[in-house]
Structures are given as structure tokens and as C-alpha cells.
């Protein structure tokens, strides 16, 4: 699973669920406490994504 924040809002997708990579991404508003789906990560699946600051 990755995240990150940016903008002020946070954002989190792909992983693996044990079964299958996942390629869902979602954005975090913290003023709105909402959460909206963002366009699929289809570059390829990623079991273990990576972030770097």
C-alpha cells in the first residue's frame, strides 16, 4: 500500500490483499473528512509499492 500527502490532502491505493494487487486509489480531504476514488493505478499492479520523501 502507498500514501502520501500533498496539497493538504492524503492519498492511499494499490497493495495486496493476500490474493490479488490492488490497483484502487483514494484522496483524503482533512477539511471535509471525505474520502473520493481517484482513477485506478492500472501501469501495472504493485504488491509492495514504495515511497520516498
Excluded at 490483499?17 to 474520502?35: K, L, R, V
Aim: hydrophobic share 40%.
Amino acid at each position: 500500500m502507498a500514501c502520501f500527502t500533498m496539497n493538504q490532502l492524503g492519498y492511499i491505493g494499490t497493495g495486496y490483499n493476500g490474493t490479488n494487487a490492488m490497483t484502487d486509489f483514494w484522496e483524503y480531504n482533512t477539511s471535509t473528512d471525505t474520502w473520493t476514488t481517484k482513477a485506478l493505478f492500472l501501469a501495472h499492479r504493485v504488491k509492495m509499492p514504495l515511497g520516498l520523501p
